[in-house]
């Protein structure tokens, strides 16, 4: 790549965040500004000043808790995009399977994970088994209907080419339909980014060992004992700030995977 | 968050505990903030016909309707809030209630809250203020099986034990502080009480006087710590008011705190009069439990001794004890510089 | 030489009561350019997909004869659109079909990078497909096609979107394969100079049902942009032409005339 074309795309992607980074901006002068005019007590919502302040001065805890949930989340990331593009195949591959098994899977999705959490703990244990587990549930369906929608998408017109090639179901699935469904998979896979992260803090809500080092949720659960909502918030935003990196780097990953599609595509 | 000392339900209600934080946002809001007056005569006591106006006050409970509110719902079936001149609607709570905040912001007259939360809000710029103990020997404890081999907090701290206790519990601290180099592993209580059943947990923080009643009903036999023999004994169910409204309606306090007093004299007197009802208003908890845990909480309220007239009052050196130690413990910076602001015994 | 392709009695009816084919016979000789010429709706894609078995006829017979010695029958197809993978170099593209009958990598790559070669993209082996032209992709279409070395290469249409100077260069592509690796070639087309100027033999359809009216042979040699120019090719057009037009009016056997 030439000099000037990356330092195009730099101004391109530069530009692409300032209104995010201004929207952001201004949400946080309003938000200060709301705490200045109408004092709703710290108890009740603290400034962003106090919570950068407290951020500040637990940036060792919370460094510790973003490093141990973002561990959780990606474990449970790594066992739902297994999962969920096994699973997607599997249903893509058999309309019968899809017929029966998809609703089902729905409505997995509606179960209420807070209400299922608990059950983890017996079944798992407590640790990071429960908080693996419980981020994997949350993310899992995001990736199963993307490579679902992705696979029932492939081209007819290429399925038939495999057949008079005499490709056999497994040549179909892993050379075909799976390189068909990766911008799809790609897309089902950031949601699951982000909903991992949150599984992972439902999990460490009632499984996590309380110590030293502790998850994200179970800073969340202290300091709401502790009356301490700037912490509340602080942590909350350690939590986003994980949630972000995990869905960098599956954006990453994914549009080093996509390039291919979008050379040609595009 | 007014954290219930216990958190404790048979499985799941740690939703509405995760929750917390959209309770608190609902209050920042407002949107919780329903000032319609709680229904004139909803309760079970006949008011008489011409009787003045009640004044409609609400009390939001920390957890479900069962013993440890015995006095409240007697005060409200014997009318004695009514002839207190107030229509007082007793709203059940959870482990994720808000009550503190609840209770700090307006939104409910009074609210069940821990005594140590009342200080820990306060340095918040939460003005909340102690109005009744409803155990003036705080009932929390940690039980373990009774073939468990620990003899005492100590050993069970310098064990390897998995102990669900509520995350962020002053008591954690105060204990990890006392007995260092612990090994104990501390897990939330969000399993209720499964995990201590299916011997996942080997110990578990309760009330002296509910969960181990609910375990010898099932057939597991349990021993109980003491927290307050432990050293750290505050006033764990705490009815509390706002300073601004205890400013505003000192009279409707002080009849509030009176009507109270007299119905826990009565409930402990008698509490098989007055659980049945209770237990309409809960069904996770029988007649025959509520009835054992009437009885093994009624020394812990009123300690062999207390007159009819000190159910409820609390002791000015109790509540230094408490900010003394919270403040070492670091769960608040400083003690109240006026001690005397953070509770008020009616008169 | 021996007939390659043998088609009798093919009738070949939809659900949804069209009739494609209906008594169609025809006969291929091995190594010969076939050409399936006529409006939409005569069958003549019908009659390839059954060729390559994508489809199979409710009565009568389509066989390929395999080469002595040599075992099954090998039939490859390009289709109207080159079908590429597009996330595959052009070269994966062509190794594609070794790929899938678990040919060994060094092996298969040697053979793909050589049929890319002789369809004149030795340089585009790692393009990707959306990085190559229309003809170009056509090209790969037809290497892939080929690196299997099938006795029979069936084309459908396969030049029908390109512009007419890609689609000569192709036809003419088609034939040096042809003359090169020694396969026969049945094509369908419904264009008339493209049947004219590429058939050894041409097979003129007509619809309802489809079914072939008149087998003819143009008798060109040697093909080229000279041949194209010519008045012979022109007459041959002209021919070709009005059977087709006598094919549109042409009424079945126990038909009824429009």
Not at chain 3, 206 to 221: H, I, L, T, Y
């Amino acid at each position: 790549m030439s000099r000037t074309a990356a330092s195009s795309r730099l101004r391109t992607a530069l530009a692409a965040a300032v209104p995010p980074c201004a929207v952001l901006v201004a949400c946080v002068c309003a938000w200060q500004a709301a705490v200045w005019v109408f004092r709703p007590g710290e108890y009740l919502l603290p400034s962003p000043i106090q919570v950068a302040q407290e951020a500040w001065d637990s940036r060792a805890t919370l460094a510790r808790a973003a490093w141990l949930t973002g561990l959780s989340a990606a474990g449970g990331f790594a066992i739902a995009a297994c999962t969920g593009v096994l699973a997607g195949s599997v249903l893509a591959a058999s309309r019968f399977l899809m017929r029966g098994l998809y609703p089902i899977a729905t409505l997995l999705q509606m179960v209420p994970l807070v209400a299922i959490a608990p059950l983890l703990v017996v079944w798992c244990g407590y640790g990071w088994r429960t908080s693996v587990a419980s981020a994997a549930i949350v993310s899992v369906f995001p990736v199963l209907a993307s490579t679902l929608d992705g696979m029932r998408g492939t081209d007819r017109g290429l399925v038939e080419l495999f057949g008079t090639l005499r490709a056999g179901r497994v040549q179909r699935w892993w050379k075909l339909e799976l390189p068909w469904a990766i911008p799809s998979i790609v897309t089902g896979l950031r949601v699951a980014a982000g909903l991992s992260v949150i599984g992972a803090i439902v999990g460490e809500f009632v499984g996590a060992f309380a110590g030293n080092a502790s998850p994200v949720g179970i800073v969340i659960l202290s300091a709401l004992r502790e009356h301490r909502t700037e912490l509340v918030f602080a942590a909350v935003l350690t939590a986003a700030v994980v949630g972000f990196v995990l869905f960098g780097l599956v954006s990453a990953l994914g549009w080093v995977a996509l390039r291919r599609w979008h050379a040609s595509v595009g | 968050m007014t954290w219930h000392h216990r958190a404790v339900r048979p499985l799941g209600i740690f939703g509405a505990r995760a929750l917390a934080a959209a309770a608190l946002a609902s209050i920042v809001c407002g949107c919780g903030d329903g000032r319609a007056p709680a229904k004139p005569g909803s309760g079970a006591a006949p008011v008489p016909p011409e009787a003045p106006a009640l004044r409609p006050v609400r009390l939001q409970l920390n957890w479900m309707p069962e013993p440890e509110f015995g006095g409240i719902y007697a005060a409200k079936q014997d009318g004695l809030f009514a002839r207190a001149g107030l229509d007082v609607e007793i709203i059940a709570g959870s482990a994720g209630t808000p009550t503190a905040q609840m209770t700090a912001s307006g939104q409910v007259e009074f609210g069940i809250v821990g005594g140590d939360q009342v200080l820990t809000l306060r340095e918040k710029g939460g003005d909340l203020v102690g109005l009744f103990a409803i155990f003036h020997t705080s009932p929390m404890g940690v039980m373990v099986r009774a073939d468990a081999p620990w003899k005492s907090l100590q050993d069970l701290w310098a064990s390897d034990a998995t102990v669900a206790m509520e995350t962020g519990l002053p008591f954690v601290r105060y204990l990890n502080q006392k007995y260092p180099g612990a090994r104990v592993k501390l897990v939330p209580t969000g399993t209720g009480l499964a995990a201590f059943e299916q011997g996942i947990v080997q110990a578990q923080q309760c009330f002296i006087s509910a969960e181990p009643v609910q375990m010898e009903l099932k057939g597991i036999p349990v021993r109980v710590f003491s927290l307050a023999d432990g050293g750290y004994d505050p006033y764990t169910v705490t009815v509390a008011t706002s300073a601004a409204f205890l400013a505003k309606d000192r009279e409707a306090c002080a009849a509030f705190v009176r009507a109270l007093r007299e119905g826990w004299r009565r409930y402990l007197a008698e509490p098989a009069k007055y659980n049945p009802a209770i237990a309409k208003l809960n069904p996770g908890m029988t007649v025959a439990a509520m009835d054992v845990a009437a009885a093994k909480q009624h020394d812990l309220v009123a300690p062999p001794g207390t007159g009819a007239n000190e159910v409820g009052m609390m002791e000015r050196a109790r509540w230094q004890t408490l900010a003394r130690q919270l403040q070492e413990l670091g769960t608040i910076k400083a003690a109240p510089a006026v001690i005397d602001d953070v509770f008020w015994n009616a008169p | 030489m021996p007939d390659a392709i043998t088609v009798s009695g093919v009738r070949r009816a939809f659900d949804d009561g069209t009739v494609a084919l209906d008594g169609t016979t025809l006969s291929v000789e091995r190594g010969s350019v076939a050409v399936l010429v006529g409006p939409s709706g005569c069958g003549k894609t019908t009659l390839l997909r059954i060729l390559a078995g994508l489809d199979a006829p409710d009565a009568g017979t389509a066989s390929v004869a395999p080469v002595a010695g040599e075992g099954a029958a090998r039939v490859s197809i390009a289709f109207q659109e080159p079908r590429l993978l597009p996330w595959r170099s052009a070269l994966r593209n062509v190794a594609l079909p070794l790929e899938l009958a678990r040919a060994a990598k060094a092996d298969r790559d040697d053979r793909a990078r050589a049929m890319l070669s002789l369809v004149g993209l030795g340089g585009a082996e790692r393009k990707l497909p959306g990085q190559l032209s229309g003809g170009m992709r056509m090209r790969v279409a037809i290497a892939r096609a080929l690196v299997t070395r099938p006795q029979v290469l069936l084309l459908d249409e396969p030049f029908g979107a390109l512009d007419e100077i890609t689609r000569h260069q192709l036809d003419d592509l088609v034939l040096r394969l042809r003359a090169e690796l020694g396969m026969t070639v049945v094509l369908v087309t419904h264009a008339i100079t493209e049947a004219a100027y590429m058939g050894d033999r041409v097979f003129v359809m007509a619809p309802s049902p489809g079914r072939v009216v008149r087998a003819f042979e143009p008798g060109f040699g040697m093909r080229d942009a000279a041949l194209r120019a010519s008045p012979r090719f022109a007459a041959v057009v002209a021919d070709l032409m009005q059977s087709l037009a006598g094919a549109m009016l042409a009424v079945p056997a126990g038909g009824v005339r429009a």
